[in-house]
C-alpha cells in the first residue's frame, strides 16, 4: 500500500502561515482519497481536511474553514494542507491518511487504511 511521509511543521508565531507536504513513498496516491488529521496533547485525534482523490471535492474541519487549504499535485504524488492565519489552538501533531472506498466518509479516521508518521505543527501566543 502507499506510505506517506509528512513535512513541513515547525513553531511559528500567531497569525503565521504553514504549508504541510505529504508525500507517497511508494504505491499511487492519485486513486486514494486523503485526509488531515491532528492531535494535540490530552486530546482528542480530530478530522482537519480531506480531499476526493480527483480533487474535485473538498471537506474542512468547522474550526479551520476559511483558513486552511488542502490540494492535492497526483503527478508529485504530494498532498498539501495550506494553513494561514495560525492561531496557538492550531498546534498538534498533523496526519495525513489515505483510503480508498465512499468519499462521504471523509471525516471518520477510522476508516483511513494508511497514515504518515506526523509532523508537528506549534503556535505561540
Known amino acids: 500500500q502507499v506510505q506517506l511521509v509528512e513535512s513541513g511543521g515547525g513553531l511559528v508565531q500567531a497569525g503565521a502561515s504553514l504549508r504541510l507536504s505529504c508525500v507517497a513513498s511508494?504505491?499511487?496516491?492519485?486513486?486514494?482519497?486523503m485526509g488531515w488529521f491532528r492531535q494535540a496533547p490530552g486530546k482528542e485525534r480530530e478530522f482537519v481536511a480531506a480531499?476526493?482523490?480527483?480533487?474535485?471535492?473538498?471537506d474542512y474541519a468547522d474550526s479551520v474553514k476559511g483558513r486552511f487549504t488542502i490540494s492535492r499535485d497526483n503527478a508529485k504524488n504530494t498532498v498539501y494542507l495550506q494553513m494561514n492565519s495560525l492561531k496557538p489552538e492550531d498546534t498538534a501533531s498533523y496526519y495525513c491518511?489515505?483510503?480508498?472506498?465512499?468519499?462521504?466518509?471523509?471525516?471518520?479516521?477510522?476508516?483511513?487504511?494508511?497514515w504518515g508518521q506526523g509532523t508537528q505543527v506549534t503556535v505561540s501566543s
Open positions: 491518511a489515505a483510503r480508498k472506498g465512499y468519499y462521504s466518509d471523509y471525516k471518520f479516521g477510522g476508516l483511513y487504511d494508511r
Open positions: 480531499i476526493s482523490w480527483t480533487g474535485g471535492s473538498a
Open positions: 511508494e504505491g499511487f496516491l492519485s486513486t486514494y482519497h
